[in-house]
C-alpha cells in the first residue's frame, strides 16, 4: 500500500482521482494498517488540494473510524475531517474535530501546493471567536478548548506578542491570562514593554469592565510597572484612586519628596484633589499624619493642595477677573416676569451665572424686587448667595451673618433655612472640621422645619463623598422626626455624605423608611440619596438593586432601584445595563420608572455620546411625553458641553412638543449641549439664546416652559460664561461630584431648591500654571486655534440704545376733511391781512423811497392778488 501511495503521489500534475483509495477506508475488509496509511497521505496538503472534494464524500466512513475505540490513529482521522471541513468553510465543525486530533499551533512548513499556515490560522481564529463568547454567555468552556488556548497563547508568548495576550485576556474578561503576559515580561523592561503596561492601564481604566476584575489587573500592573527606570507616578496615582487605595497614594507622594521630586508631587496632589473623593482625600491626610515629614514645607503645600485652598484660590480669581455676566440681558427678563415661579427662576438663574464670581450687583441694585420673593422663593434668594460666593470660605459667615439666625428664628425661618444651604454650598465637595461643626452645630439648633432642610442640605453638599458614619447618623435624626419637607432633604444629605460608599445597612436602613412612612416627598429625597451611595460601585451595588427593582407593587422602590442602577454605572457604557433599563422602558407601567430609567440611558452612556443617540433617538419619538422628557435630559447628560449636532437636531423638535414638561426638558437638554459653546463651534448657540427670550416673553406660554426657560439661560451662562458642565473629570473619568449634581439637578422636578446642585457639575474653562512656590507666573501663551472659538457670546441691547422706530399717526378721513378746510380760513386771513398792509403802504409814501421802491410794492401787491385770482 504504501508502494502505491507513493506513486500515485509522485505522478506527474500531482495525486488525483482518489477513489481507489477512498474505497480502502470506506471497505470494512481493508486492513487496519492501510487505512491508517491512507489517512497520513491525505493529511498531506499536497495531496488534498486536489482530492478534499472527494475526500468529503467519504467523510462519514472516516467518522466512524473516529467511533471505533480499537483504531489506533485517532487523531490523523479528525485531522482529516477537520481540513475536509476546512475547506468546505464549516470552520466551527473544523474547530470541532480539530480539537479531537493532535491539532498543532505552529504551522507547518509550506512545500508544494499545500499551505498549512491558513488551516491553521483559521482554526486558531475560531478558537478564539467562540472561546470569547462562551466566556461573555458565562457558560462553560470545554477543557480542550481551554488546552488550545494555552497553546495558542504559549506561542504568542514565545513570540513576543504580548500584547495580543492581554488583548485576548480583557475581551474574554481572563485575569490568569494577562497575569501570564505581564509576567512574562523581562526583567530589565524595555521601552516597548513600557509603552505595553501604560496601554493596559489605560485600557482598564477607560474600558467598560467589572469593578471587581478591574481593581485586579491594576493592582497586577501597577506592581511590574513600578519596575521601570522612570515610570508615570501620575497615572499610577489616577489607579490609585481607582481602587481606593489612598494609603498607597500617600506613600507615593513622601516618596517623590523624599526624592527631591517636590513639583511631581504638587502636581499629583493637584490631580488628587481634582479626581478622587473627599472621604480619599481625608485618608490621604490621615497618612501623612503617621509619618514622619522629612521637608516640612513641601508637606505643608501638599495640605494646602489636598484641602482645596490653592484650587479654590486660583479658580475664584479666574472665575472674579474674567466675568462676562451680561447684566442688561439680565433686566431684561426681569421686566418680562409676571408670576412667582419665574420670578423664583430667575433667582436660581442669576445664580447659576454668577457661581464664583462673588457677584451680587444683580441682587443689590433690584433690592425691593428681590424683597418680593416670599416662603420658599426667599429661601432660594439667599441660597443662591452660596452659588455667588462659592469658594470664599473665609467670608463665608461674614456674607451670611444678615441671614444667619440670631437669638431666635424670624417667621417660619426661610432665609435662615436658605443661609444654611448657602453656606453648605460655598463649602461645596471641600468641608473641613469648622464647616461641618458648624452646620451640625446649627442642625442640632433647628426649630423650624425650613430651617431644617437648609441645614440638611448645606451638611449633605459640604460633606459630598466624606463617608463620615458620625455626620450620617447626625442627619438621620432629622430624617426619623417624620417631617415631609425636611425629611426630603435629610434622606438626600445621607446619600450625599455616603456617596460612593453603599453598604448593606445603609440600604436596608433608608429602604424600610421608604416603605414605612407616608410622606412622598420623603421616599423621594431617599431615592435620590440612594442614587448618590450607589454611584460607581457596578457589580457591588447589584443586590440591593435587584432587591430595589424586584419591588413589585412598590413603584417608588422600583424607580429607586432604576435610579440606583443608573449611577452604579455611570460611565461605564455597559450595554447589558443599558438593556435592562430600555426593558423597564418598555414594561413597566409607572411614569416615574420610564422617565427616570430613559435618563438612565444618558449616564451610563455619558462617556460615549454616539452611541447614546443610537439607542435613544428613537425614543424621543415616543407616545409617552414622560419618555420624551427622559430621552431628552439623557441626551443632554450624554452630549454635556459638547455641541453635538446631532442631538440638537434630536431635540429641537421638542421645543414645540404638546407637553410642557416636554418643552421644559428639551430647553434645558440644549442648554447642557450649548454650554461653553460659540457660534464658530455650533452655529445653533445664538439662535437658542433668541429662542430662549422669545420664550420667557410669551404671554401665553406655560409658566413651566418659562421656568425651564430661565433656568436654561443660566445654565448658557453659568460661572459667568466662564464655566462648562461636564460629566468627567480631568482623567476623563465618570466626575462623583458631576454625576451626583446631576442627579440633584433632577430631583428639581419635585423641589426647585434642588437646581442649585447642578454647579456641583461646572467646572472652570482655564488653564492654571504655578511653580514650585504655588505661584501664578506671568507668562506668555502662543495659541493657534481660532479666536472665534474662544470668543463670548455678544452682550444684548439695553432698550436705550435701541432705535425707536417713528410710527405715523392714522388719520381719520373726516378729520382730514376739518384740518383741510381750517388751514384755507387760515390762508385766506393772511392774504387780507397783507393785501390791507401794501395798499396802506402805497397811499403814504415817503421822502425817502428810491425809484426801486414802487416797483417793488407792485410786485408785493401782484403776488398777493395772484392767489385772489384763482380763487
Not at 252 to 274: M, P
Not at 555 to 572: E, F, H, K, N, Q
Not at 769 to 779: D, G, T
Request: net charge neutral.
Amino acid at each position: 500500500m504504501l508502494t502505491l501511495l507513493n506513486r500515485w503521489r509522485s505522478q506527474p500534475g500531482g495525486a488525483s482521482n482518489a477513489a481507489a483509495f477512498i474505497r480502502v477506508l470506506e471497505s470494512p475488509k481493508s486492513a487496519v494498517t492501510d487505512k491508517v496509511l491512507v489517512l497520513k497521505a491525505f493529511n498531506d496538503w499536497d495531496v488534498l488540494v486536489n482530492t478534499w472534494f472527494e475526500v468529503a464524500d467519504a467523510l462519514p466512513a472516516v467518522e466512524q473510524l473516529l467511533d471505533n475505540n480499537t483504531f489506533p490513529e485517532h487523531s490523523s482521522a479528525a485531522l482529516l475531517v477537520s481540513k475536509v471541513y476546512f475547506c468546505l468553510e464549516q470552520y466551527e465543525r473544523a474547530l470541532e474535530f480539530a480539537l479531537r486530533g493532535d491539532f498543532n499551533v505552529v504551522p507547518a512548513t509550506r512545500t508544494g501546493l499545500g499551505n498549512d499556515a491558513e488551516y491553521v490560522n483559521k482554526i486558531i481564529e475560531t478558537a478564539i471567536d467562540t472561546y470569547k463568547t462562551l466566556s461573555k454567555q458565562g457558560s462553560g468552556i470545554p477543557q480542550k478548548l481551554r488546552d488550545l488556548i494555552d497553546r495558542i497563547v504559549a506561542r504568542n508568548l514565545d513570540k513576543r506578542e504580548i500584547w495580543f495576550v492581554i488583548s485576548l485576556g480583557f475581551e474574554t474578561t481572563n485575569l490568569a491570562m494577562i497575569d501570564r503576559a505581564i509576567s512574562a515580561m523581562p526583567a530589565d523592561l524595555t521601552i516597548k514593554n513600557q509603552t505595553t503596561l501604560v496601554e493596559t492601564l489605560n485600557r482598564v481604566v477607560n474600558g467598560a469592565f467589572d469593578r471587581s476584575f478591574r481593581f485586579q489587573v491594576i493592582d497586577t500592573v501597577i506592581k511590574t510597572y513600578l519596575k521601570c527606570p522612570s515610570p508615570d507616578m501620575s497615572k499610577i496615582c489616577e489607579c490609585y484612586v481607582l481602587t481606593d487605595n489612598a494609603e498607597a497614594a500617600a506613600d507615593t507622594i513622601t516618596s517623590l519628596i523624599a526624592k527631591s521630586l517636590s513639583t511631581r508631587a504638587y502636581q499629583i496632589a493637584f490631580d488628587l484633589y481634582e479626581t478622587a473623593s473627599q472621604g480619599f482625600l481625608d485618608r490621604v491626610l490621615k497618612r501623612f499624619q503617621q509619618q514622619d515629614a522629612r521637608d516640612e514645607k513641601s508637606m505643608e503645600k501638599i495640605h494646602s493642595i489636598l484641602k482645596g485652598h490653592e484650587t479654590v484660590k486660583a479658580y475664584l480669581d479666574f472665575f472674579v477677573r474674567h466675568n462676562h455676566t451680561d447684566s442688561v440681558l439680565m433686566e431684561e427678563i426681569k421686566e418680562n416676569i409676571r408670576t412667582a415661579s419665574a420670578h423664583n427662576a430667575l433667582l436660581i438663574s442669576n445664580g447659576l451665572m454668577q457661581y464664583g464670581t462673588t457677584c451680587d450687583d444683580f441682587l443689590r441694585n433690584n433690592l425691593n424686587w428681590v424683597s418680593k420673593a416670599t416662603n420658599w422663593n426667599k429661601f432660594n434668594a439667599v441660597a443662591s448667595l452660596g452659588l455667588i460666593h462659592h469658594g470664599q470660605e473665609s467670608s463665608a459667615m461674614k456674607v451670611l451673618e444678615p441671614y444667619l439666625p440670631k437669638e431666635s428664628v424670624e417667621g417660619f425661618g426661610f432665609k435662615e433655612g436658605g443661609a444654611m444651604l448657602a453656606y453648605g454650598l460655598i463649602h461645596a465637595k471641600h468641608g473641613d472640621a469648622t464647616a461641618m461643626s458648624t452646620l451640625a452645630q446649627w442642625l442640632k439648633t433647628a426649630e423650624n422645619e425650613p430651617v431644617r432642610h437648609g441645614a440638611c442640605l448645606g451638611f449633605g453638599v459640604a460633606g459630598l463623598g466624606s463617608s463620615s458614619v458620625s455626620n450620617y447618623e447626625k442627619v438621620r435624626e432629622v430624617l426619623q422626626r417624620d417631617e415631609a419637607v425636611s425629611g426630603e432633604s435629610a434622606g438626600i444629605a445621607m446619600g450625599l455624605i455616603m456617596a460612593g460608599h453603599l453598604n448593606q445597612e445603609v440600604f436596608n436602613e433608608l429602604k424600610q423608611y421608604t416603605v414605612d412612612t407616608q410622606h412622598d416627598k420623603t421616599q423621594r429625597g431617599i431615592r435620590t440619596g440612594l442614587a448618590c451611595a450607589a454611584f460607581g460601585l457596578q457589580g457591588d451595588a447589584e443586590p440591593y438593586i435587584k432587591e430595589a427593582i424586584g419591588a413589585k407593587s412598590n413603584p417608588m422602590l422600583r424607580s429607586t432601584g432604576i435610579c440606583m442602577l443608573s449611577m452604579a454605572y455611570a460611565g461605564t457604557g455597559s450595554p447589558d445595563v443599558v438593556r435592562r433599563l430600555l426593558e423597564k422602558v418598555a414594561t413597566d407601567p409607572n411614569l416615574d420608572v420610564k422617565r427616570y430609567a430613559t435618563i438612565g440611558i444618558g449616564f451610563v452612556l455619558s462617556k460615549d455620546p454616539s452611541t447614546c443617540l443610537s439607542y435613544v433617538a428613537m425614543l424621543t419619538e415616543h407616545f409617552n411625553g414622560h419618555v420624551r422628557y427622559g430621552a431628552a435630559m439623557a441626551l443632554g447628560i450624554a452630549c454635556a458641553g459638547t455641541g453635538n449636532m446631532e442631538a440638537i437636531a434630536l431635540i429641537e423638535p421638542m421645543i414645540s412638543d404638546k407637553e410642557g414638561f416636554v418643552r421644559k426638558g428639551a430647553l434645558l437638554s440644549l442648554a447642557l449641549i450649548m454650554c461653553q459653546q460659540t457660534d464658530y463651534t455650533c452655529p445653533k448657540v445664538n439662535g437658542f439664546r433668541k429662542q430662549l427670550l422669545k420664550k420667557i416673553g410669551e404671554k401665553n406660554e406655560d409658566s413651566l416652559v418659562k421656568f425651564g426657560a430661565i433656568i436654561a439661560q443660566g445654565l448658557l451662562d453659568i460661572g459667568g460664561q466662564n464655566a462648562a458642565v461636564t460629566m468627567q473629570n480631568s482623567d476623563k473619568q465618570p466626575d462623583m461630584g458631576s454625576m451626583v449634581g446631576m442627579m440633584c439637578f433632577l430631583h428639581g422636578w419635585f423641589w426647585h431648591s434642588m437646581h442649585f446642585f447642578i454647579a456641583l457639575a461646572a467646572k472652570p474653562s482655564c488653564l492654571v500654571m504655578m511653580n514650585e512656590n504655588l505661584k501664578i507666573p506671568v507668562l506668555d501663551y502662543i495659541c493657534h486655534a481660532n479666536s472665534q472659538k474662544f470668543a463670548y457670546p455678544p452682550r444684548a441691547e439695553s432698550k436705550k440704545d435701541k432705535d425707536v422706530k417713528k410710527i405715523e399717526t392714522v388719520v381719520l378721513s373726516i378729520t382730514g376733511k376739518k384740518n383741510a378746510s381750517k388751514k384755507l380760513i387760515a390762508e385766506e386771513k393772511k392774504r387780507r391781512e397783507a393785501a390791507a398792509s401794501a395798499s396802506s403802504a402805497a397811499a403814504a409814501p415817503s421822502s425817502s423811497s428810491t425809484s426801486g421802491t414802487a416797483p417793488a410794492a407792485e410786485d408785493e401787491k401782484m403776488e398777493v392778488d395772484q392767489p385772489g385770482k384763482s380763487k
